[in-house]
Nanobody
Framework: QVQLVESGGGLVQAGDSLRLSCAAS????????VGWFRQAPGKDHEFVAA????????YYRDSVKGRFTVSRDNAKNTVYLQMNGLKPEDTAVYYC???????????????????WGQGTQVTVSS
C-alpha cells in the first residue's frame, strides 16, 4: 500500500517562499501522476498543481501560475511544490495525491487520485 507524507509547511509572511515535499513509500511513483490540492477552512479541496507520470506535463490553477512550480524526483520517490510569492489567500492545508491508475490521462480532477497524504498546513500572514 502506498503511503504519502507531506512536509515543508509552516507560517510565513506574504511574499515569502516555501517548498513542500511529498515522499512516497510502499510503491514507486514513476508511473503515476501526482497532484497537489489544498483545502482552506470551510471550503472544499481545490486543485493546485499536478505533474504527469512522464514528467513532461505540468498543470496549475490560474491563481498560482507563475508563482508555484511542481517537480518530481523519481529516484527519491518524491514530488515537490515550490511556492514563491505566497499570499494570504494561499493559506490552507496542502495535500499531495497519487493517481489511482498508472499512466493515467486524467490529471487535474480530484476523483482521478486515489491515494492521499495527511496534509501539511501552510499559513500566510499579511
Amino acid at each position: 500500500q502506498v503511503q504519502l507524507v507531506e512536509s515543508g509547511g509552516g507560517l510565513v509572511q506574504a511574499g515569502d517562499s516555501l517548498r513542500l515535499s511529498c515522499a512516497a513509500s510502499g510503491h514507486p511513483v514513476s508511473a503515476y501522476n501526482v497532484g497537489w490540492f489544498r483545502q482552506a477552512p470551510g471550503k472544499d479541496h481545490e486543485f493546485v498543481a499536478a505533474i504527469s507520470w512522464s514528467n513532461e506535463e505540468t498543470y496549475y490553477r490560474d491563481s498560482v501560475k507563475g508563482r508555484f512550480t511542481v517537480s518530481r524526483d523519481n529516484a527519491k520517490n518524491t514530488v515537490y511544490l515550490q511556492m514563491n510569492g505566497l499570499k494570504p489567500e494561499d493559506t490552507a492545508v496542502y495535500y499531495c495525491a497519487l493517481s489511482s491508475e498508472p499512466y493515467s490521462v486524467q490529471i487535474t480532477t480530484k476523483t482521478a487520485f486515489g491515494f492521499w497524504g495527511q496534509g501539511t498546513q501552510v499559513t500566510v500572514s499579511s
